[in-house]
């Protein structure tokens, strides 16, 4: 069994940055095995995908509304995975979800690809 647990969410205002956390642990959970990605959702709206990266690390995928404003990283000695997210605007508004693939080689941006998933951190952009 995996867990991931997503942190960093909060309220900020138009402009600010953010970083969300993912933290990733298990009994047999090996770190470098797994695709792992962010999406979120919105109030009334499907799941988002936003980025994912792959399991060594060079290979990342974004979502058009977020390229060159996020930048998804992961750091193997903590098995973390971030997301950095820069000039924030109001439609950013959402629950963050970290999730993690077991079977994919490279990134997917597809929700029912991905085998586990955190409780999701809120992040609210005020105008």
């Known amino acids: 069994q995996v867990q991931l647990v997503e942190s960093g969410g909060g309220l900020v205002q138009a402009g600010d940055s953010l970083r969300l956390s993912c933290a990733a642990s298990?009994?047999?959970?090996?770190?470098?095995?797994?695709?792992m990605g962010w999406f979120r959702q919105a109030p009334g709206k499907e799941r988002e995908f936003l980025a994912a990266?792959?399991?060594?690390?060079?290979?990342?995928k974004y979502a058009e509304s977020v390229q060159g404003r996020f930048t998804i990283s992961r750091d193997y000695a903590g098995n973390m995975v971030y997301l950095q997210m820069n000039s924030l605007k109001p439609e950013d508004t959402a629950v963050y979800y970290c999730?993690?693939?077991?079977?994919?080689?490279?990134?997917?941006?597809?929700?029912?690809?991905?085998?586990?998933w955190g409780q999701g951190t809120q992040v609210t952009v005020s105008s």
């Open positions: 999730a993690a693939d077991q079977s994919a080689l490279f990134p997917s941006t597809t929700t029912g690809d991905y085998d586990y």
């Open positions: 298990g009994r047999t959970f090996t770190f470098s095995r797994y695709v």
């Open positions: 990266i792959s399991r060594s690390g060079n290979n990342i």
